[in-house]
T-cell receptor
């Protein structure tokens, strides 16, 4: 297993368009996390899945953001009607359990023009 | 609400120096605390994980300590090298959330 993968690595979109990102966690990990990181800041928590259940969602997420993990494996993060303020690095992490290390993917860099 | 502060925000040291990075957090109800390294434009690499019941963890030249009651953690780097240049992030986890500090940007001069 090569670790957490994310696709695409880079996305440039025009304001108002919808975008979807994919995260493939390490295969035996049932916890999956999404974060957003802007320049010079640490990652901000967005949402958390345990298997297919979304157990926590940050108030930072507006109604334009939605995440799914339909079969408890890969996850998708969709942003509808993108705004320039959505430009950031979107990071995914997975973990085999609550008390274990989180392993991060390389991130998807989103630029909204 | 958990708030995490990392001091200093940036640090420049000559090669070979020992150094300490500091992390403080406001909510001591945590399961664990993880230290990460991030290179520019890259994802995060886990360095050390300390469980809430532990006081410290060591990996090679790195040693991390945790004082949960006072809300503090430190990352000690021995004999720093230019390859250690990166941003170091502290991240306590409580409930389902992991909250990150803004990081310490470290530059080690050859």
């Amino acid at each position: 297993d090569t670790g957490v993968s994310q696709d695409p690595r880079h996305k440039i979109t025009k304001r108002g368009q919808n975008v979807t990102f994919r995260c493939d966690p390490i295969s035996e990990h049932n916890r999956l996390y999404w974060y957003r990181q802007t320049l010079g800041q640490g990652p901000e928590f967005l949402t958390y899945f345990q298997n297919e259940a979304q157990l926590e969602k940050s108030r930072l997420l507006s109604d334009r953001f939605s995440a799914e993990r339909p079969k408890g494996s890969f996850s998708t993060l969709e942003i509808q009607r993108t705004e320039q303020g959505d430009s950031a690095m979107y990071l995914c992490a997975s973990s085999p359990g609550t008390h274990y290390e989180q392993y991060f993917g390389p991130g998807t860099r989103l630029t909204v023009t | 609400k958990q708030e995490v502060t990392q001091i200093p925000a940036a640090l420049s040291v000559p090669e070979g120096e020992n150094l300490v990075l500091n992390c403080s957090f406001t909510d001591s109800a945590i399961y664990n605390l993880q230290w990460f390294r991030q290179d520019p434009g890259k994802g995060l690499t886990s360095l050390l994980l300390i469980q809430s019941s532990q006081r410290e963890q060591t990996s090679g030249r790195l040693n991390a300590s945790l004082d949960k009651s006072s809300g503090r953690s430190t990352l000690y780097i021995a004999a720093s090298q230019p390859g250690d240049s990166a941003t170091y992030l502290c991240a306590p986890t409580g409930g389902f959330k992991t909250i990150f500090g803004a990081g310490t940007r470290l530059f080690v001069k050859a």
